[in-house]
């Protein structure tokens, strides 16, 4: 008892406990699982551990080889052994006090209910017994009628199997009249086999007969109803199920539920066909794109005073009496709509079915997704026709926002298409139209944009026509050039091109607003990648914006194309005009006009774009060309004059100069309003330093000592060659001039290169004629009075000088009496006239 209560305590909470504990399991021999060890047995009578322990010999052995001392410790150490051992076994016995009543408990109660058991199962032993014996006695009993009892059995089953066939024909009637079809399909198809296995019997066979024919005439109301399809969608598709398992073809199923359904959409397109072919009032808008651009911002700022006037609806097209909004709700509020109806419909009854038993093996879904497929997008295929043509028929671009907001409902509600019919090419073509509207849209704008540009340069050339007499406070399109009459005003350019460029820069912004509706982020397609990124890359900023920028700048150029010696019909004005147009648009128009587009449509350039510097040397390229055309053609109006007056005129018997003729003082006039025409549009530009006496030489250039030293010698018969030696030896040291050199832009350039132009024609002109003496002078006079005034004009006054000098010595040599006049003759004349 000792020994088990010492090995119960196995979890000791200490050190002294557990040494404790191995104390006793030592002394009881027991491990540390509390089974005893089996120890070699000590025969030693001296161990007192050993079970042959004898005290006699143990305390002789300690008397002879102790002394007194060792022998009172070793009494005291077993003495302190013996009092620890007892402590710790009375502890022992403590803590497991309440574990020794527990059990004593526990036994007890286990003997009670043990008894309390062996009661029920006595009991119950007792009633196995009785009902074993009954048992055996109904066995006894029944032992000579169950075989009989057995077969009468199967004889009343197939009474009622019998009874079921005979009575079926009539049942079935019954159901037929009932309309419970389920139930009339049901009960044939549990007798379907045992008809057809003895059908070789006449009265089976009758019966057969009878239930086929009376299914028949069931088939044919079920098809019937079928065809109808008046019958809500649980109905018909119980329908479906019974005529599949009245082994209906499930093909042609398909075919009769698409068929009835297209009759139904074909409605629905013929609707919206009728609606397109609606003829046109007479009195209804005929809208082009040009006229909603222009009419725009004059249309919003009228203000509705007559309301009593009839007028058109601004947002129909020239083609419909309906919006494209109400259009395309109709579309898609009546075919769209019974689209994804028959969609629904025709998955549940053949796609999304349970296939069970025999129609599991005939792969239905498969041949019903095929068929619907190519019946969807058949009608697809009509009414995205109908829809790409009523969008054809919006012309009109005053108002976007109908447009933007029907194709966005139509994008939207064929989404409900994609969710139906996974896999379907209908949303694909969907979206291919609406991205074609949008890129048809750009091309109207674009049209639009370049009508305007070019109607509005048609009034400006109206405007450059008409000349006033006044300067008013008026806005651009009544600033008017005037022209070369003295009592016209001076040209109003500034304003006019102010207004010119303004009118096309506001006419841009306003398109690029009304195509921005394309992105507005209620709209479901702007934010898809397949839209978005293109459009406003290659749709609005190149297609549109580019495209206007290098009209422009073509249409410009082709101002420098036309032929004849006057420069074709333009006005010189307007080629200043455009030229400092495609200046201003290369400076800063341009940029500003990208920067703006690029900000407002988020533009992001996956594909490659036309770059800023590009067409700003695409402007800068039409300028030049304007510019120089400009030049050249007023260079060659004065030349006109000079060779005129020149080939007119007979220069042998001329009388003798008294005044500077008057296309001298004309070229002079001339001269000046194209300096102050010029000067209205571009800078004053850079001249070379005047000599001191510039103002003198205009007086003095043909001095005495000068023409004595050019034309002495030609005039002694002597030498007839010194001449022409020291014309050559002069042009050799002169520097070569460029007549029809690129001009910059500024006055100081464009004058000289038009002076240029004027007496190079005017040195050509006479050194095609002869000179008679008083011709000879004429020319001195006139040459002396163009010195006095087209000096100030050019960039270096030595051009001037050496053209003229080259004129006065052309004439010189083609004299026949080279009598120069005097040079304060000259200049008297040249001070009077």
């Not at 143990?58 to 005291?76: A, F, P, T, V």
């Not at 007798?191 to 009376?214: E, K, N, T």
């Not at 066909?273 to 809208?287: C, D, F, I, K």
């Amino acid at each position: 008892m000792d020994s088990d209560q010492g090995t119960g305590a196995t979890t000791p909470e200490s050190d002294r406990k557990r040494r404790v504990h191995g104390m006793l399991k030592l002394y009881y021999g027991l491990n540390d699982e509390g089974k005893a060890v089996e120890l070699a047995e000590s025969l030693d009578p001296c161990d007192i551990n050993g079970p042959h322990f004898d005290p006699e010999v143990y305390l002789n052995k300690l008397r002879k080889e102790c002394s007194l001392g060792d022998l009172m410790d070793q009494e005291s150490c077993m003495v302190k052994q013996i009092r620890s051992l007892d402590s710790d076994m009375q502890t022992l016995v403590y803590e497991n006090y309440n574990k020794f009543i527990s059990a004593t408990d526990t036994i007890r109660k286990m003997k009670n209910d043990f008894k309390k058991m062996e009661d029920e199962m006595d009991c119950l032993s007792a009633n196995m017994a009785a009902i074993t014996e009954f048992s055996a006695n109904i066995s006894g009993t029944l032992q000579d009628q169950h075989a009989q009892i057995t077969k009468l059995s199967g004889v009343h089953t197939l009474l009622r199997k019998l009874q079921f066939l005979f009575e079926l024909p009539a049942r079935l009637n019954k159901c037929l009249e009932l309309q419970a079809y389920a139930q009339a399909v049901s009960s044939h198809r549990r007798a379907r086999c045992v008809l057809q296995q003895y059908s070789h019997m006449p009265s089976f066979r009758g019966i057969q007969d009878d239930c086929s024919a009376i299914m028949e005439q069931l088939a044919q109301q079920l098809r019937q109803k079928f065809r109808d399809g008046g019958s809500n969608a649980k109905d018909l598709s119980e329908c479906v199920e019974l005529l599949l398992q009245l082994d209906e073809p499930a093909e042609e199923l398909c075919d009769k539920f698409l068929s009835h359904a297209q009759s139904r959409l074909e409605a629905d397109l013929q609707g919206l066909e009728a609606e397109l072919r609606e003829p046109v009032s007479p009195s209804g808008p005929t809208t082009d794109t040009y006229t909603g651009v222009k009419k725009a911002a004059s249309t919003a700022a009228r203000s509705p005073t007559n309301d009593s006037t009839p007028s058109t609806n601004p947002f129909l097209s020239a083609g419909s009496k309906t919006d494209i909004l109400e259009f395309i709700d109709r579309g898609c509020n009546e075919f769209v709509s019974n689209l994804c109806l028959v969609i629904a419909s025709y998955q549940e009854l053949f796609i999304n079915r349970p296939q069970e038993g025999e129609l599991a093996s005939k792969n239905i879904p498969e041949m019903a997704s095929g068929k619907l497929h190519t019946f969807v997008d058949a009608l697809a295929v009509r009414y995205f026709s109908l829809v790409e043509r009523r969008i054809q028929e919006e012309k009109g671009v005053g108002d976007n926002s109908l447009l933007v907001r029907a194709l966005d409902r139509f994008h939207r509600r064929l989404q409900a298409v994609t969710k139906l019919l996974p896999g379907s090419s209908v949303p694909s073509q969907g979206t291919q139209i609406v991205v074609q509207a949008a890129r048809e849209r750009i091309k109207q704008y674009l049209s639009a944009l370049q009508s305007f540009y070019l109607d509005s340069l048609t009034d400006v050339r109206q405007a450059l026509a008409a000349p006033r007499l006044s300067v008013g406070g008026g806005t651009g399109s009544g600033g008017l050039l005037g022209g070369t009459s003295g009592k016209d005003a001076p040209p109003n350019l500034p304003e006019l091109l102010a207004s010119f460029s303004a009118s096309i820069l506001n006419q841009i912004k306003s398109v690029l607003a009304s195509v921005h509706l394309f992105t507005a982020k209620d709209i479901t397609f702007s934010n898809k990648p397949y839209f978005k990124g293109e459009f406003c890359s290659q749709g609005v900023r190149e297609s549109l914006v580019v495209s206007f920028i290098k009209f422009v700048c073509q249409s410009s150029r082709q101002f420098c194309e036309s032929t004849g010696d006057r420069g074709g019909s333009t006005p010189p004005a307007l080629l200043l005009l455009l030229s400092r147009l495609c200046l201003d648009y290369e400076t800063s128009t341009i940029s500003y006009i990208l920067t703006l587009t690029d900000e407002q449509f988020l533009v992001q350039h996956h594909s490659p774009v036309t770059a800023v510097t590009a067409l700003c040397a695409e402007a800068n390229e039409a300028a030049q060309k304007l510019l120089n055309h400009y030049v050249k053609v007023q260079g060659l109006i004065i030349s006109q004059m000079l060779r005129k007056s020149v080939e007119t005129r007979d220069w042998v018997n001329t009388i003798e100069p008294r005044n500077v003729r008057a296309v001298m003082k004309r070229v002079v006039e001339d001269t000046t309003s194209i300096d102050v025409q010029v000067g209205l549009l571009y800078e004053e530009g850079v001249r070379k330093a005047h000599s001191s006496d510039s103002s003198k030489r205009t007086f003095s250039v043909y001095s005495s000592s000068r023409q004595q030293v050019r034309y002495a010698p030609s005039y002694t018969p002597s030498a007839p060659m010194d001449t022409n030696l020291l014309s050559n030896i002069h042009k050799l040291f002169s520097e070569r001039i460029d007549i029809f050199s690129p001009v910059e832009f500024n006055k100081v350039s464009v004058l000289t290169g038009i002076i240029k132009i004027s007496l190079k024609t005017f040195l050509e002109c006479v050194r095609l004629r002869t000179f008679g003496r008083y011709g000879l002078q004429q020319i001195q006079v006139d040459c002396h009075y163009l010195q006095m005034y087209l000096w100030r004009f050019v960039s270096d006054e030595n051009l001037v000088h050496f053209l003229l000098d080259e004129i006065v010595g052309s004439a010189a040599h083609r004299c026949l009496d080279p009598s120069p006049m005097e040079q304060s003759v000259i200049e008297v004349i040249c001070e009077r006239g």
